[in-house]
Structures are given as structure tokens and as C-alpha cells.
């Protein structure tokens, strides 16, 4: 069985940094993308970031460009999410998900697994 499983996250001061981890198994990890999407209370499912299987490109959302980094380990099935200069309108759940196949467009229904989140919650 797939499984991803996030970790990492947690409670923060405004302009603070946070590191999540996600841990794949169950899947040929160095070829899927791999993205982090996050999910505010009350809102829809937003595309944050994502990474080619090698980790040669990535993609972020306008929001995090500049703040986040991802960054894979093939030989560990680790992706992470490097999160520096947090506000508190990154408050979310943030989600791990794998593609398997080439980049898809930036959708959350075009991944095929998905983590079960782990909270960020930044203060002011």
C-alpha cells in the first residue's frame, strides 16, 4: 500500500522557518513528482509547491515563491518543504502527494496519493 507521511509540523512565531518532512513508501518514489499543497480552515486545497523526479526543476505558487524551497531525497523516498519568513496567512494543513508519470498541471486533482497532513500554525 501507498503511503506518505508528513511530518514537522507545528506551532511558529511570524517570520520564523519550519522544515516538514514527508516520508513515501510503497511506490517508485524516483518517478513520481512529488508537491506539497496546504488547505486554510474554510478553504479549498491550494497548490504550494512542486519538484521533478531528479529534482532539477520545481514549480511554486506566487504566495510562497522566494519563502518556500522543496527538495527531494530519492534515496531516503523523503521530500521536504523548507518554510523560512512564515505569516500568519500560511496557516494551513499541509499535505504531501505523489504523481506517478511526468509533472501534471498545478491541480490537486492531478495527484494520485495523498499524506494525511500535518498542522502549521503561525502566530502574530
Known amino acids: 500500500q501507498v503511503q506518505l507521511v508528513e511530518s514537522g509540523g507545528g506551532l511558529v512565531q511570524a517570520g520564523g522557518s519550519l522544515r516538514l518532512s514527508c516520508a513515501a513508501s510503497?511506490?517508485?518514489?524516483?518517478?513520481?513528482?512529488m508537491g506539497w499543497f496546504r488547505q486554510a480552515p474554510g478553504e479549498e486545497r491550494e497548490f504550494v509547491a512542486l519538484?521533478?523526479?531528479?529534482?532539477?526543476?520545481?514549480n511554486y505558487a506566487d504566495s510562497v515563491k522566494g519563502r518556500f524551497t522543496i527538495s527531494r531525497d530519492n534515496a531516503e523516498n523523503t521530500v521536504y518543504l523548507q518554510m523560512n519568513s512564515l505569516k500568519p496567512e500560511d496557516t494551513a494543513v499541509y499535505y504531501c502527494a505523489a504523481h506517478i508519470g511526468a509533472a501534471p498541471p498545478l491541480s490537486p486533482r492531478n495527484m494520485d496519493y495523498w499524506g494525511k497532513g500535518t498542522l502549521v500554525t503561525v502566530s502574530s
Open positions: 519538484i521533478s523526479w531528479g529534482g532539477g526543476s520545481t
Open positions: 510503497g511506490l517508485t518514489f524516483s518517478r513520481c513528482v
